[in-house]
């Protein structure tokens, strides 16, 4: 294991052009971040596989993309403008802002920590007469942990459902939380905070409010009646979109896992009422399958079944990813019934229902979405793929050399041109000939600076899959070395086969096949 991983992936974002900090020379924005140069080129890649599997290899998905200003109706109607709170509290000595409900969840991790950590201390006592499932049932400590974790839990959820916020001061007096920075449990009331950001239209009259979009999926059921008529789809038939969202996310210090503004990839799928069970098994093991081709380790991923659903909800998971911090949610795939074309339905007075001509009959149509955001799974590829490893250097010393073990098809950079050395025309002129030939294939990039060993490491640090290197001899034979990325192997071929072996190699549809 990757000592502080989670510190050498956002050092190494940096150094390396993956990641900057938005406004840094101004000592930069909480929680907003800019993609640099290397980084614009993973994620856009991250996003043509996301939207080529779901709407190329999918005659029954199409994609749209939709304004992130909506009419501020759709956010009533959504539940948005009334519900789309965090419950916050602050530590009145430290004036440190937190999030109620992940106070509680973290503590009550705590308490389950704590049993597990009972059963494992007896599991070593007792040996091989140890019987584990008598010990969790009967053992007075492992019972009193848990139950008050499940008890902290429950009375949280019951007091969110019900609006009653003084449940969850209770529940973090009980629990005995105190502040990381001052240590005290000195909290202010639990209040709820809209994390919806809003601006003001033409008029700047309180009606004309708008809210930036907090997720692309209203932009998706406000044209479904639209895509019905023009598209000649009917359900099942999924529409699929890419687009900013904005949250005014009050606790965020886990770099691009949580910002304020960020990117979503989400699919509506409709379908006929009573198959809700069918597809959402359907999607829930097609995004986990995506997300193993794309090279996450299947022990990195996990679901996570939602325990509370919303009232409309029949099914709810989240796709974890073991993030450098723990498992947390990459993905969520929600079974949603008809809540959101209904709301719409009925805000608009506008029908929303599609007529099964077979039937005679019309419905308003239920829904499976997928949402993963971009972001996210931007920093899970990054951890997944960051490792380190000691190689010989030009002199046999061991050095560290850094790699990012990006699946080909997704790295920034396909191939680096480098002239084995930098102040000879005829090297650099044939390198050069050899840039500008197979540029038109995949994105490259020419490098004559520093040392061959230094500009090795620096595409190995970027996750280049492929070097060609044009030294004296390619002069005469018309031959280059290729180094491969992950085991650094060399071999020399003809140049004219280079644009072929590396195209193979990269092509985004290895990831589709
Ligand atoms: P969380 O519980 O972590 O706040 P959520 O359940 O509110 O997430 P959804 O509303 O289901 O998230 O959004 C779908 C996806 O959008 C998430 O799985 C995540 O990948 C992404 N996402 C949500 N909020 C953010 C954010 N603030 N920054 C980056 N990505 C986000």
Redesign the pocket.
């Known amino acids: 294991m990757i000592e502080k991983l989670f510190e050498k992936i956002v050092a190494h974002s940096k150094e390396c052009g993956f990641v900057y900090q938005s406004s840094e020379i101004y000592d930069g924005l909480s929680?907003v971040y800019d993609y640099a140069p290397n980084g614009v080129l993973l994620k856009n890649n991250l996003k043509e596989y996301w939207w080529k599997s779901m709407v190329q290899m999918h005659e029954n998905i199409v994609g749209i993309d939709s304004s992130i200003f909506m009419h501020p109706k759709v956010w009533k109607a959504s539940g948005h403008v009334d519900a789309f709170n965090d419950p916050l509290v602050d530590n009145k000595d430290s004036k440190k802002r937190y999030r109620a409900d992940q106070l509680i969840e973290n503590a009550a991790d705590k308490l389950i920590e704590k049993a597990e950590k009972e059963v494992e201390k007896a599991k070593k006592r007792f040996g091989d007469t140890f019987d584990e499932v008598l010990y969790r049932q009967t053992n007075p400590r492992v019972l009193e942990y848990i139950n008050k974790a499940n008890s902290a839990l429950q009375r949280m959820n019951d007091g969110l459902n019900s609006g009653n916020l003084a449940e969850l001061n209770a529940v973090i007096e009980e629990l005995e939380i105190a502040c990381e920075v001052s240590g005290t449990r000195n909290w202010t009331e639990v209040r709820q905070f809209n994390l919806m950001f809003s601006t003001q239209g033409g008029g700047a009259t309180s009606d004309d409010v708008l809210y930036l979009r907090?997720?692309t999926a209203q932009g998706i059921f406000v044209n479904f009646i639209n895509v019905v008529k023009t598209m000649r789809q009917k359900p099942p038939f999924g529409i699929a979109q890419i687009g900013k969202?904005f949250?005014n996310?009050i606790v965020?210090r886990q770099f691009?896992?949580?910002?304020?503004?960020?990117?979503?990839m989400?699919m509506q799928f409709f379908i006929k009422p009573g198959t809700d069970k069918e597809f959402y098994e359907f999607w829930k093991q097609k995004r986990i399958d995506w997300h193993l081709k794309l090279g996450s380790k299947a022990e990195n991923l996990r679901f996570h079944d939602h325990e509370n659903l919303a009232h409309y909800a029949s099914a709810a998971t989240?796709?974890q990813f073991k993030f450098p911090f723990g498992f947390?949610?990459?993905?969520?795939i929600?079974a949603r019934g008809n809540f959101d074309l209904s709301a719409h339905q009925e805000m608009t007075g506008k029908k929303l229902q599609y007529f099964d001509p077979e039937t005679k009959e019309s419905y308003v149509p239920h829904v499976v979405e997928t949402?993963?955001?971009?972001?996210?799974?931007f920093l899970a590829v990054l951890s997944q793929a960051y490792d380190e490893e000691m190689v010989p250097d030009a002199n046999g010393k061991n050095e560290l050399r850094v790699v990012l073990r990006l699946h080909p098809s997704i790295a920034p950079i396909k191939c680096a041109v480098l002239p084995l050395v930098k102040n000879n025309e005829e090297l650099t002129t044939k390198a050069k000939a050899i840039f500008n030939q197979i540029r038109h294939a995949f994105v490259c990039e020419y490098d004559e600076k520093d040392s061959i060993g230094r500009r090795y490491r620096r595409q190995d640090e970027i996750g280049t899959p492929f070097c060609i290197t044009i030294d004296h001899e390619t002069l005469t034979d018309n031959q280059v070395t290729i180094r491969y990325r992950d085991n650094m192997r060399q071999e020399r071929i003809a140049i004219e086969q280079v644009e072929r072996i590396v195209s193979e190699y990269v092509d985004m549809k290895n990831l589709l096949k």
Do not use: N, T, W
Request: charged residues 45%; glycine residues 6%; hydrophobic residues 40%.
């Open positions: 929680a907090p997720e969202a949250r996310e965020a691009i896992f949580r910002m304020r503004e960020f990117e979503q989400e989240d796709i947390k949610e990459l993905e969520g929600h949402s993963v955001g971009a972001d996210r799974l």
